[in-house]
C-alpha cells in the first residue's frame, strides 16, 4: 500500500498543542526527501560496524535511527553503506551523527537525514547496541 504524506505542520496544528516534536535541525542528504516506515534503531559511538550489518539485511521498508551521541568527528554512513542500505529495501537513515561522500549520497534513492558531514571514516570494533531506545538531541 502506497504511504500517502502529509505535510509536518497540518499534522502538528491537527493534533494540537499537546504534540511532541524533535528540536535538532537534520539536513537532507539522500535522494528521497520523504520517507516512512517501522523504526529500527542502534546507538554507538563513532563506530559504525554494527550501523552497516545492520543494513546489510533486508530493510522490508523500514528507516534505520542511529544515535551517534551527535558526533560530527567520524562519519557512520557513506555512499557505501547508504547503497547496500537502498538495495536491502531500507525507506531511510536519520543519523544523529555525521555522514560523508554527500554528494555520492544524493544519487541514492533513499532517504538521508544527519546533522553533517565529515570525510573521517569511524572505528569499525562493532561497538554499539542495536534496537533500543535512542535519545537524538
Known amino acids: 500500500m502506497p504511504v500517502t504524506f502529509r505535510a509536518t505542520a497540518d499534522l502538528v496544528d491537527a493534533i494540537g498543542p499537546g504534540v511532541r516534536s524533535c528540536d535538532v535541525q537534520f539536513r537532507q542528504f539522500g535522494g528521497r526527501t ?3 516506515g517501522t523504526i529500527s534503531t542502534v546507538r554507538c559511538f563513532q ?3 554494527l550501523v552497516k550489518s545492520v543494513l546489510a539485511e533486508p530493510g522490508h521498508g ?3 535511527i542511529v544515535d551517534g551521541a551527535g558526533s560530527l568527528h567520524t562519519a ?3 555512499d557505501v553503506i547508504a547503497g547496500s542500505a537502498y ?3 531500507w ?3 536519520i543519523i544523529y551523527g555525521a555522514v560523508r561522500d554527500a554528494a555520492a549520497l544524493r544519487e541514492i534513492d533513499i532517504g538521508i537525514k544527519a546533522l553533517g558531514t565529515n570525510p573521517r571514516t569511524s572505528t569499525k570494533t562493532g561497538a554499539g547496541e542495536r ?3 535512542v535519545h537524538l538531541g
Open 62 to 64: 523500514r528507516v534505520l
Open 131 to 133: 534496537d533500543v531506545v
Open 91 to 93: 525507506a531511510g537513515l
Open 47 to 49: 563506530d559504525n560496524a
Open 87 to 89: 538495495a536491502n529495501g
Open 34 to 36: 520523504q520517507f516512512a
Open 76 to 78: 557512520l554512513v557513506g
